[in-house]
């Protein structure tokens, strides 16, 4: 009985121990391309990556999750927004993309800031930027539907910008 406990209370240290370092780690931010190099496109919360410790136990994955996350808050996604895009993607493979290719030659037009850039063996994916015209996001779009990708730009990318 003696024996249980011990092995339960060494389980409680190493989970709590694991914990720890997962949030210590999450202080560090990594910039938007490391992440996407790591693989992290998109807006992650960092709920995401905690959730994803549950079921992976690579902690070095899970440390570099924490460091391309988002901090949850009531509406902290929602309120982030862009002044233009460019949307890129390889001109032979928009044959696999029906739906990109629906939203660039009958709706592209609606959003004067975003560009499409035609990029040897890049996935379709929206480059976010910023006031400056700089990088700030990147958003892999492969299995998104045209509606998703009209309604991801009118949420998050201003209309009247001054860059065009």
Same mark, same amino acid.
């Given at each position: 009985?003696?024996?249980?406990?011990?092995? !339960?209370?060494?389980?409680?240290?190493?989970?709590?121990?694991?914990?720890?370092?997962?949030?210590?780690?999450?202080?560090?931010?990594?910039?938007?391309?490391? *992440?996407?190099?790591?693989?992290?496109?998109?807006?992650?919360?960092?709920?995401?990556?905690?959730?994803?410790?549950?079921?992976?136990?690579?902690?070095?994955?899970?440390?570099?999750? $924490?460091? *391309? *996350?988002t901090e949850d808050?009531d509406d902290s996604?929602?309120?982030?927004?862009?002044?233009?895009?460019?949307?890129?993607?390889?001109?032979?493979?928009?044959?696999?993309?029906?739906?990109?290719?629906?939203?660039?030659?009958?709706?592209? !037009?609606?959003?004067?800031?975003?560009?499409?850039?035609?990029?040897?063996?890049?996935?379709?994916? $929206?480059?976010? $930027? !910023?006031?400056?015209?700089?990088?700030?996001?990147?958003?892999?779009?492969?299995?998104?539907?045209?509606?998703?990708?009209?309604?991801?730009?009118?949420?998050?990318?201003?209309?009247?910008?001054?860059?065009?």
């Amino acid at each position: 009985m003696l024996r249980n406990k011990s092995y !339960d209370f060494l389980f409680l240290i190493a989970v709590i121990s694991s914990a720890a370092t997962i949030v210590s780690s999450s202080r560090e931010q990594l910039s938007s391309k490391q *992440c996407e190099d790591l693989g992290f496109t998109g807006l992650a919360l960092c709920s995401d990556c905690n959730t994803l410790s549950e079921y992976v136990k690579d902690k070095e994955l899970i440390s570099d999750c $924490l460091k *391309c *996350c988002t901090e949850d808050s009531d509406d902290s996604i929602s309120k982030i927004t862009y002044s233009g895009a460019i949307l890129e993607v390889c001109m032979r493979k928009l044959v696999f993309y029906p739906e990109i290719v629906g939203f660039i030659e009958e709706e592209k !037009d609606k959003f004067p800031t975003v560009k499409v850039q035609y990029l040897f063996n890049s996935p379709p994916k $929206l480059v976010m $930027l !910023d006031d400056e015209g700089q990088h700030k996001e990147t958003i892999r779009i492969d299995n998104w539907k045209r509606e998703h990708v009209l309604q991801f730009l009118r949420e998050k990318v201003k209309p009247n910008s001054a860059s065009s």
